[in-house]
């Protein structure tokens, strides 16, 4: 099945790029780090990793790759994001830095560092009944949370308190915690199964 699955994407300028590129492989993808636009051409999906948003976005523009993410995006290339990248795929962003940009393709409104300082890094259960049994162990490591989604957009997780923490729309996923960092590998293969329908 992986055989059939076309070169991967991560998006290599900042953030936990190590892990995602061991759980791609994990699941028997050619995954690639992606730092140039060249070599975003020569694959299929992008994942964004974790990190820091406002670094990844200054990144993106000083390595001239910004254009080509967002070009790609709005062609309907696969695309994950956890964190800091479901932080880039926001349309909208809430406390950013000043001049924070992202490159956009859901249709929501992304909070930074949402989970306040004695919250900023912790760990829970998360059933999600899109990916079945059992249930995420989802780490959260200075996260967003989703305030809004437009109509097309999915909500796939809550925490306890409702807040939205897992949304899809089309192909593009994003997490505001690290499966990347659990040995949880469901999203990764829910975005290489995006990558075959798209191809
Ligand atoms: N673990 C993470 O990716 C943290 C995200 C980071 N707080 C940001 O604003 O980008």
Excluded at 61 to 79: E, K, L, N, T
Aim: proline share 6%; aromatic share 4%.
């Amino acid at each position: 099945m992986a055989g059939n699955t076309p070169p991967v994407g991560v998006l290599a300028l900042q953030g936990d790029v190590r892990e995602h590129l061991a759980a791609l492989s994990a699941l028997g993808a050619d995954a690639r780090p992606v730092k140039s636009a060249g070599e975003l051409e020569r694959v299929a999906g992008l994942v964004i990793p974790g990190g820091e948003s406002s670094v990844i976005d200054k990144l993106s523009r000083i390595f001239d790759v910004r254009d080509a993410i967002r070009a790609r995006i709005a062609s309907g290339m696969p695309v994950y994001g956890t964190c800091a990248g479901l932080i880039m795929l926001a349309d909208d962003l809430v406390d950013g830095i000043a001049g924070q940009q992202t490159f956009g393709g859901l249709d929501a409104t992304v909070r930074r560092n949402a989970f306040g300082t004695q919250l900023d890094s912790f760990e829970t259960e998360l059933d999600i009944p899109a990916l079945g049994e059992p249930p995420v162990h989802a780490v959260f490591i200075r996260a967003p949370v989703v305030e809004r989604v437009g109509p097309g957009v999915e909500v796939l997780a809550r925490v306890d308190d409702g807040r939205i923490v897992a949304i899809e729309q089309g192909p593009l996923l994003g997490t505001a915690f690290h499966p990347e960092v659990a040995g949880e590998h469901r999203f990764h293969e829910r975005f290489l199964e995006r990558v075959r329908a798209a191809s």
